[in-house]
């Protein structure tokens, strides 16, 4: 998100809380924040419209797969047209 900004981008990131210092600092640097809760699907839609392009950088509990999959069905319902999915699933030593 930071380099993003560092280019010029308009950010929207998606945060859990927009009160703690890491959301924060986003804020300063430019980023418009928007507070997702993941269990709500009209949450996460509500992010996403007029949005173009989706940097989905999801946590990765044992919910990873379903809200990856929340996100993205969000994002196609809002008309994101690109979605890049970030991932280390799989990678090991």
Known sequence: VQQLL???ARVRAAVR??????AQALRAQGA???EVD???PESLHRSCEG???LLLIAPFTAEHQAHSLAWVTAAKRAGVKHI???S??????
Do not use: P
């Open 6 to 8: 560092k280019q010029g």
């Open 17 to 22: 809380d927009s009160k703690k210092a890491e």
């Open 32 to 34: 418009e924040l928007v």
């Open 38 to 40: 993941m269990a709500s």
């Open 51 to 53: 949005v173009e392009r």
């Open 84 to 86: 890049t999915k970030l």
């Open 88 to 93: 280390a699933a799989g990678i090991d030593g």
